[in-house]
């Protein structure tokens, strides 16, 4: 029995992506399975569909039976001699170029993706927003349909390579005959020629629009990370699908508040009294104010953990935590009954500084009081 075309038993295009290969073989490969379906010739049509699948899920193996179909290419010359008009022309034609499968240009591809730089708010990227944006798209022509031609008229079929987009340029060596592909250049590979450009579009088939697309922001999400949006990029070809559109997202940095992952960070001045004997104070969070115990004692740059109070993970896993870094800070200016309350203070702990900027009499004054 005759093997059909792979990409006939998937029923794809020749150049479906592996994600529509593998579409097609899950629906075919339970539409024939022995178990499911009790024709008689359903154990041979699910046979044939997963070699083909195998086949062409694999690029080497699929790039092999692009060029040689279902021959073996490695059965040396001695195989192709003992074929009945098979000559060294034929082998020349294949190994370069003749016997390679035809790119049909009329064929449907998928659009071009595009790529749009979003700049968010710090808060925007926590807890997520909708925004509409605008960008420069390209869509198909109203004017001519996508076709490129004037309208009442319609592109024809290139006569220089006959629709194939490709010519053969053939030279004869000592070895035999080669047959060289490439793009034909009067129809710049697209096999068809218009001779009344569309005054809208000069025959380019797509225009270039602002559209306005809306976009969610997911919340919980990180500076580049990037979202696609499905079909929102270029137009498909001859009736292909549309490209996607990849939004990057260019989170803006926030006053206060540090992020690392879905950890939260946030250093938060104290006084000096509030340090030694300890407070209850409040403290911002993404979500607002809560209240933080200090101990007695705290030390500068002490770190206080906040459960739950970071950020929601992106993809569902949880929410990060909120770390409070203290610092002590120092009173810049004194007054007199300030400084005499340190001075008694540093006294009773038995470290008395020699202070900056007092007079010579005050300190005379202060040994002879026993300061």
Excluded: W
Excluded at 35 to 49: L, P, T
Excluded at 74 to 83: I, K, P, S, W
């Amino acid at each position: 029995m005759e093997k059909r075309d792979y990409y006939e038993v998937l029923g794809v295009s020749k150049d479906a992506s592996k994600e529509e290969i593998k579409r097609a073989y899950r629906k075919l490969s339970k539409q024939y399975h022995p178990d499911i379906n009790k024709e008689a010739d359903a154990a041979d049509r699910f046979k044939e569909v997963k070699d083909a699948y195998e086949t062409l899920s694999d690029d080497q193996k699929r790039a092999h039976y692009d060029q040689f179909g279902h021959a073996d290419p490695n059965q040396g010359f001695g195989g192709f001699g003992g074929a009945e008009g098979f000559g060294f022309e034929d082998i020349f034609s294949t190994f370069f170029g003749g016997g390679a499968r035809r790119r049909d240009p009329n064929a449907p591809r998928k659009g071009q993706d595009l790529q749009y730089a979003m700049n968010i708010d710090f808060m925007d990227a926590v807890f997520g927003k909708e925004e509409e944006i605008e960008i420069p798209k390209e869509e198909e022509c109203s004017t001519c349909d996508g076709s490129g031609a004037k309208p009442g008229t319609k592109p024809e079929r290139c006569p220089y390579c006959e629709g194939t987009g490709q010519l053969n340029v053939t030279q004869d060596t000592a070895f035999g005959r080669i047959v060289n592909r490439r793009v034909c250049h009067h129809c710049e590979g697209t096999g068809q020629i218009i001779k009344e450009k569309c005054p809208t579009c000069h025959g380019d088939g797509r225009v270039v629009k602002n559209k306005k697309i809306k976009v969610v922001i997911p919340a919980g999400v990180e500076d580049g990370q990037q979202l696609r949006v499905t079909g929102q990029g270029g137009p498909g070809i001859n009736g292909g699908p549309p490209g996607d559109l990849y939004v990057v997202f260019r989170v803006r940095a926030h006053e206060r508040f540090k992020r690392d992952g879905d950890d939260i960070f946030l250093e938060l001045p104290i006084t000096f009294p509030q340090a030694a004997l300890g407070d209850e104070i409040e403290v911002p969070t993404v979500s607002g104010k809560v209240k933080l115990k200090i101990p007695a004692g705290t030390q500068s740059g002490a770190r206080f953990r906040l459960k739950g109070k970071g950020v929601k993970n992106v993809h569902g896993y949880g929410i990060g935590d909120q770390h409070v870094i203290v610092k002590v800070k120092t009173p810049s200016k004194l007054n007199e009954k300030q400084k005499q309350l340190l001075r008694e203070f540093a006294e009773i702990s038995g470290d008395i500084p020699e202070e900056q900027g007092s007079s010579l009499f005050a300190k005379i004054k202060r040994t002879i009081k026993g300061d």
